[in-house]
């Protein structure tokens, strides 16, 4: 890939972690053993597959035969279709294809370990049998399955675990909910608890209730989130599923932290984190955007994310007739191949010891607009952990010998995790070098995995 060989420096903002439009919430400092608890599962599995699925993959980007621009799931939002208009599309509503098996196989192949899925989008329809409100899947559709009834057993059978997307506040059937100004005017004129009391909370209830483990509630867009609002969804979700974890997006505390959408912190986190991608540029399919990231971006990503502690929620938007788009399940397969024979670089792996291969700060003391430095991101090399290990992943062909960073360590030696063959690893001035074979065994990425005396690595004091 032209961007890796050229090793080109990329302008980037410190302290993105919590940035963009619906992030929000960084966890509280002291570590709460519960919560630590709660959080065991996430922490090891880094890489989940997002799913933005609901009526508008039928319009997919258009509206009345005109390009509706943004996101596919905000059509109703950017061409301010009204309520009644847009409710027709349930009426049409019958993804044939949809097989919850061949989603949930998809994942597998992938090598995402857990699956989230819009329950209930902005727009207000729900994927799930609902007694709260009849705009559902069931009662609303001549499609009349409960999707996520079916996802949920086709999860349970594959041993995957699920999580329900959940738009608390933006609901733009409802005439309390936060976001409809066109059909139901202003949002500080409704009475929000209304909608909050008489949907959005009972409708977190059924999730809770009829979809055996829920592994996590994904809250989003956190408006008119004040006083005890947020307070009351945590307290459900604790009162009926103590081991669900809360995203960062509810408007309280959650479990962990959100970044803003696509976005990669440039540095080291300790606490945990998610950071929600698309594969493309929207989330909800849309016709046109074709513009798909390569598997070599994704695996960069991917391993980037995990070398700073983190866990990459990566997005497909299936089609109104059920398919995922064929780009991104062999985008998907490819990663899921180099996966089946790295992952145990990504796996349960911690981040680096490191820090130096991520970037530096502008030499010139550069700031964002937030005041914030900016970081010159490197993106030719990762390092992830394990007790006793470290997994670096070459991007590119490093130059040779490759020095390591000094560690007080007794390095004991290395080879290629792909294939086992040895790396000749030798001591130059104090530092530990590689000399790897060229070229190097996967251009995506390789990996070379150094064995160390001890648990964790100790730095060097320059
Ligand atoms: O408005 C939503 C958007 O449609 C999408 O669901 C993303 C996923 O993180 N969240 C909101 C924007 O941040």
């Known amino acids: ?66 390009r509706s621009p943004g996101l596919g799931e905000w059509v109703m939002f950017r061409s301010r279709v009204p309520v009644k208009e847009y409710e027709q599309l349930a009426a049409q509503f019958n ?27 902005h727009d207000g329809f729900a994927l799930f049998k609902s007694a709260a409100s009849p705009y559902n899947v069931v009662d609303a559709t001549p499609f009349k399955r409960d999707i996520l009834k079916e996802l949920s057993d086709a999860c349970a059978r594959a041993g995957i675990r699920l999580g329900f997307y959940y738009s608390q506040s933006q609901d733009w059937h409802e005439p309390n909910g936060a976001g409809n100004e066109w059909d139901f005017g202003p949002d500080d004129k409704k009475d929000y608890d209304r909608y909050l009391q008489g949907k959005a909370e009972p409708q977190i209830r059924e999730l809770l209730t009829h979809y055996g483990k829920v592994a996590l509630i994904w809250f989003d867009t956190p408006r008119m989130m004040t006083g005890d609002r947020p307070h009351r969804f945590t307290r459900i979700v604790r009162q009926l599923q103590p081991d669900t974890l809360i995203d960062g997006r509810l408007g309280a505390e959650g479990d962990y932290t959100s970044t803003g959408d696509n976005v990669i912190p ?9 950071v929600p991608a698309t594969i493309n540029h929207t989330w909800g399919y849309r016709t046109d955007d074709t513009d798909w990231k390569s598997p070599g971006q994704i695996a960069f990503k991917l391993i980037d994310i995990v070398s700073k502690g983190g ?25 899921g191949r180099w996966l089946q024979v790295n ?3 990504v796996y349960g792996a911690g981040p680096t010891p490191f820090g130096e291969e991520l970037g530096e700060a502008s030499a010139r003391g550069a700031r964002d607009i937030r005041g914030d430095a900016l970081m010159y991101q490197q993106i030719q090399w990762r390092v992830t ?9 070459f991007f590119d062909e490093p130059r040779a010998p490759f020095a390591l960073p000094a560690v007080r360590n007794s ?52």
């Not at 390095?411 to 030798?426: C, H, I, N, S, T």
């Open 1 to 66: 890939m032209t961007q890796r060989t050229k090793a080109f420096l990329l302008l980037l903002g410190v302290a993105l972690l919590g940035a963009g439009s619906g992030a929000q919430v960084p966890p509280a400092a002291r570590p709460d053993p519960v919560k630590e608890k709660r959080l065991e599962w996430f922490r090891d599995v880094k890489y989940g597959m997002f799913i933005h699925w609901g009526l508008y993959a039928i319009p997919a980007g258009q509206w009345n035969g005109t």
């Open 95 to 121: 993804p044939t294809k949809f097989n919850a098996d061949e989603w949930v196989k998809l994942a597998k192949e992938a090598g995402m370990k857990y699956i989230v899925i819009t329950s209930k989008h």
């Open 266 to 274: 440039p540095n080291v986190n300790g606490q945990a984190w998610e």
């Open 311 to 335: 866990n990459y929620l990566l997005n497909v938007g299936p089609m109104a007739d059920g398919m995922i788009p064929q780009a991104s399940q062999d985008i998907l397969r490819t990663v």
């Open 343 to 345: 992952g145990e670089a």
């Open 385 to 393: 952990t394990k007790p006793g290990k470290l997994y670096i992943t």
């Open 411 to 462: 390095l004991k030696r290395a080879y290629r995790l792909a294939d086992k063959q040895p790396v000749e690893l030798k001591m130059e001035n104090g530092r530990a070098v590689l000399n790897l074979e060229r070229p190097i065994i996967d251009p995506m990425a390789t990996v070379v995995v150094v064995e160390f005396d001890g648990a964790t690595i100790e730095r060097t004091k320059s």
